[in-house]
């Protein structure tokens, strides 16, 4: 089981992101995935969850109407789109799988004028 996460860098308050994690090694559309982000010095924290179908998703009340979680199953990808970033999104976003136990190996996204 292989994620690969990208499409992070540098932006401005009020600016947007979309962050990628490609998927590979399982069967990708059979499962659901997420997205966690881990701040400097702060526990890592669940951001997003999307359903295998992509039909359902769950948004952390921190990120909810600012991020919008999706996927592409013939692409094995799965995004996060994120507008009106705050400096307090700064972190490493992850992308996660459960079934199979998976964590990428993160991709930094900083906020910051």
């Known amino acids: 089981v292989h994620l690969v996460e990208s499409g992070g860098g540098l932006v401005q308050p009020g600016g947007s992101l979309r962050l990628s994690c490609a998927a590979s090694g399982f069967t990708f559309s059979r499962y659901a995935m997420m997205w966690y982000r881990q701040a400097p010095a702060k526990e890592r924290e669940w951001v997003a969850t999307i359903s295998s179908a992509g039909e359902s998703t769950n948004y952390a009340d921190s990120v909810k109407g600012r991020f919008t979680m999706s996927r592409d199953n013939a692409k094995n990808t799965v995004y996060l789109q994120m507008s009106s970033l705050k400096p307090e999104d700064t972190a490493v976003y992850y992308c996660?799988?459960?079934?199979?136990?998976?964590w990428g190996q993160g991709t930094q996204v900083t906020v910051s004028s």
């Open positions: 996660r799988s459960l079934v199979p136990p998976a």
